[in-house]
């Protein structure tokens, strides 16, 4: 399913010539027209999980490890449960 996401992603930045991160491609330096190779990329909800989002191929977009890191880091900061709680649904998508 990771890969699935991958290379739809990766081929809809390639047609636009953006970044397949889609944060990277909202920034504005170097990394906005930067393609990642699949394992420099994790998997990541649109939806968060705890606010109803499915583990679906429309619900999962791939990150750059900077970015999902951070998200991750994120959501780390909200309270421990609901960083494990993320990490089990990554696993899935
Ligand atoms: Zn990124």
New binding site residues.
């Given amino acids: 399913m990771k890969k699935t996401v991958y290379a739809r992603q990766t081929n809809e930045a390639q047609v636009q010539g953006i ?1 397949n ?1 889609p ?2 491609a909202k920034g504005h330096d170097n ?1 906005r027209t930067k393609i990642y190779k699949f394992n420099e990329m994790d998997a990541d909800h649109v939806t968060a999980w705890s606010k109803g989002g499915a583990t679906t191929i429309e619900n999962c977009q791939m ?2 490890k ?2 999902n890191i951070y998200h991750l880091r994120d959501v780390f900061v909200n309270g421990f449960k609901y960083y494990v709680k993320h990490r089990l649904k990554l696993k899935l998508c």
């Fill in positions: 970044s991160c944060e990277c990394v990150l750059c900077t970015h």
